[in-house]
């Protein structure tokens, strides 16, 4: 029979700091992509209400625009990571391997918050991870706000490869992207997400003040402007320009549990006087949130 029962309160504080020095040790790339929501339940509904009116000039008497209403839903998983130690490893003494496995355990939970929010990206042109608010693909050629002021089509997905001229071409689509009232975002596009293999032609966008790929060595507008973000969950030609500037982001991370320890005895288990397990549980899940804060220049 399985029983929950005290432990080493030692070995489980250990494991607790551990885990959470690995967690600390962790670079979290992803909030510079992903806004965090907090979740209360199995799942979330996020309810946009459209883009807010520009200013008009007030004409003595009150004049209400209407918004278009917008939702995205979240459902929530469950991620664990188990480790199993028997009883007399921990009557011995011998255990060691407990408090270096929580830290990276500690370590692979944000590493795995952080994959999925740019796995997403990565993914934004497909469903893997669920569609747009518009039910299109997050990076799609046909983005339109039915019902709204505005409803002419919109893209924000390229097949242009990466170079300074292609960086262009998609900066100067993006900045033309309308709200569903039709007026201009201008929204300040400041972050280039590459992959390892686009590493050396992003650093030359986002840094060298000059043309790398000319002979005449011109201004580059975008040295300073842009900042760089390279991840290995991108595709080798993939790369995406997207604003981090926003408290709204191109993917929601919405956590529900952060990871919690749970420890119980299997006095069942009869060799090397049972076991001990040290079970890490969490939930969260990542949705996608407005098409107008990233552009995929090339999936």
Known sequence: MIVRSDIAKSLEYGAKASF?????AWPVKRNLIASDATSTGKEETYVGLGSHPMPIEAG????????????????????EVTLAVSHNAINDDRAGHVLPWMRKAGLKFEQHMDYLCFAALDAGDGTTYGSCYDTQYYFDSDHADIGADYTTAQGNLGTTTLTL????TIWVAAKAFRDDRGELVDI???????????????????????AYDT??????PYAGQIRLLVSPYLGTTAWVLACSLYPDK?????LR???????????????????RYFKWMARYNIGY???????MGKT
């Open 215 to 220: 002979a005449n060595r011109e201004i580059n």
């Open 257 to 275: 549990q952060a990871p919690e320890l749970t420890v119980w005895d299997d006095e069942e288990v009869t060799a090397e006087g049972g076991v």
């Open 289 to 295: 949130g407005d098409w107008r804060l990233a552009y």
């Open 20 to 24: 959470l020095e690995g967690r600390n």
């Open 188 to 210: 300040p596009f400041d972050l280039l997400v590459v992959p390892p293999a686009l590493l050396s032609v992003g650093a030359q966008i986002c840094n060298n003040a000059q």
């Open 165 to 168: 001229d292609g960086f262009n």
């Open 60 to 79: 003595g008497r009150i004049t209400p625009r209407g918004l278009v209403e917008r939702n995205v839903k979240i459902t929530n998983k469950d991620w």
């Open 250 to 254: 191109p993917i929601i991370f919405q």
